[in-house]
Structures are given as structure tokens and as C-alpha cells.
């Protein structure tokens, strides 16, 4: 897909630092990184508790990056994003690859300090949901809305400045930008839920989502409820930049 330069109209939702780009590349550029992740040495992977990810661009540290140079299967995507969204002040230089199998998720989280704060993720295989969870601190206490006599409270959730909850439809070959308050994990936090089936009924992207290939809306059952039935694997590249590097971290 032809990305203008302005990123801006891609923005889905109530904040301006949230941007969903469908069909970011094409069928057959997926199935050339698929071929490339899965025809990785075997020792690239790294087995996490749920799922299992590839490390490329080097050794994220405290103190900065270890480099590694980027295959020029994976600088052809990263040298696309920072060109067309202007978002990076210099080249993305590190790339998580991450494999969830249909029943896997991530829990909320925010990025580490290390990267500057801007994140793109590209997604490839199934479709998934991803929330962003207010950070706790950012919650009221719980509001009894009546008592009847008996100690018996309704209880209400309400958020500080307008934070609300919200959730976006990755769908296939798409690709996610967020950055500043969406980024922050001083006001959200990102994850996926650990389940095969994700429902889409209150997503922010759900039209720009849908637009996307035949192919990918395929998989979406349409129906009521509007879920996801996770029935393949999803693979996932957050692709992100650290602006400290160094040679050699020991000699610092």
C-alpha cells in the first residue's frame, strides 16, 4: 500500500498518537518475511512461558544496544516505516519477532526506557485484538452509586482525564504506530489476552480494520457477537529504535 507522508490520517480513536495503517504490505511480501522468520537457525528462537520470540539488531541493555546489523530481509521493512511516517528521528534499529500460537497472549505491559518512544508493530498471520489498559494509577476508587439499608453497593469504574479503555483489530499485514500517551506506560499499558477467542464489538479501528484484503476479513465471523476465532498462528514485529549504542557495553 502507498503511504502518504502525513501519518496523521491514519489516527483511529480520541488520541492523536495512535495510527492503523491496513494492508502496509502486500500477500506475497508476508509470505517472504514468514519464509525468512521461519527459515531462521533454530537457535534464534527464545522460549518465553507463552510464547516464543527472535531477538534481531542486538542486545537491548541498561546502558544501551548492543548492535547487530539487520538482515536485509527486515531493513527493507524498517527503512519503509521510518520513511513513510516520519515518526523515528533516525533508523529503527532493533526488531522483536514475536510467535503467538492461537491460544497465547502477552498480559499489559509498557516498553522499556531503552527506546525512544515510539513503537510500530506489523502484523502477520491471524488476526488478534490488542487492549490498552488505563495504568491503575489513573483509576478513581470505586464510587458506591446507591445503599439500600443493607450495605448493598453498585459499583462503578470511572477513570482520571478522560483515560478510558480501548482496544484495536490487528488484522493481517497491518501495521500499528503509537507513541507519547498511547506509548507511556505512565498512562496505558498494551497487551493480548490469552485466549482463542477475542471479541471485536467496541474496537476503535473496526472500519479501517475491515477495509483491509478479503482474505483477511475472512477469517472474522461477522456475526453477533463480533469475534475472532484464533484458529492459526500470528506473528507479530515490533519494530523500535535505541538511541544509545555502543561497541562494547563493558567498556563504558
Known amino acids: 500500500m502507498e503511504v502518504t507522508e502525513n501519518f496523521n490520517q491514519f489516527t483511529v480513536g480520541n488520541l492523536p498518537t495512535l495510527m492503523y495503517v491496513a494492508d502496509f504490505i502486500t500477500n506475497i511480501e508476508e509470505t517472504q518475511l514468514l519464509n525468512n522468520i521461519y527459515g531462521a537457525p533454530l537457535s534464534k528462537w527464545k522460549s518465553l512461558k507463552n510464547r516464543r520470540l527472535q531477538n534481531w539488531g542486538g542486545v537491548v541493555h541498561e546502558k544501551g544496544l548492543l548492535p547487530q546489523d539487520l538482515p536485509p530481509w527486515l531493513t527493507m521493512i524498517t527503512r519503509r516505516i521510518y520513511e513513510k511516517s516520519g515518526l523515528f528521528p533516525s533508523a529503527i534499529n532493533h526488531i522483536l519477532i514475536n510467535e503467538y500460537q492461537p491460544n497465547q497472549g ?83 499499558l498494551h497487551g493480548i489476552k490469552d485466549s482463542e477467542v477475542h471479541q471485536y464489538d467496541r474496537v476503535i479501528n473496526e472500519v479501517e480494520a475491515l477495509a483491509s484484503s478479503e482474505k483477511a476479513v475472512e477469517v472474522i465471523n461477522r456475526g453477533d457477537p463480533k469475534v475472532i476465532h484464533r484458529t492459526s498462528t500470528r506473528i507479530s514485529l515490533t519494530c523500535r529504535l535505541v538511541f544509545k549504542v555502543h561497541k562494547n557495553l563493558f567498556k563504558i
Open 106 to 188: 502477552i498480559m499489559p505491559h509498557q516498553d522499556g526506557p531503552a527506546y525512544f518512544p515510539v513503537v510500530a508493530i506489523l502484523s502477520l498471520g491471524s488476526p488478534v485484538v490488542m487492549d490498552f489498559t488505563p495504568h491503575p494509577k489513573l483509576k478513581n476508587n470505586i464510587i458506591p452509586e446507591s445503599y439500600n439499608g443493607d450495605a448493598f453497593v453498585t459499583e462503578k469504574n470511572e477513570w482520571k482525564d478522560s483515560h478510558h479503555p480501548f482496544s484495536i483489530l490487528l488484522m493481517p499485514r497491518s501495521l500499528l504506530i503509537f507513541k507519547d500517551d498511547a506509548y507511556s506506560g505512565k498512562y496505558y
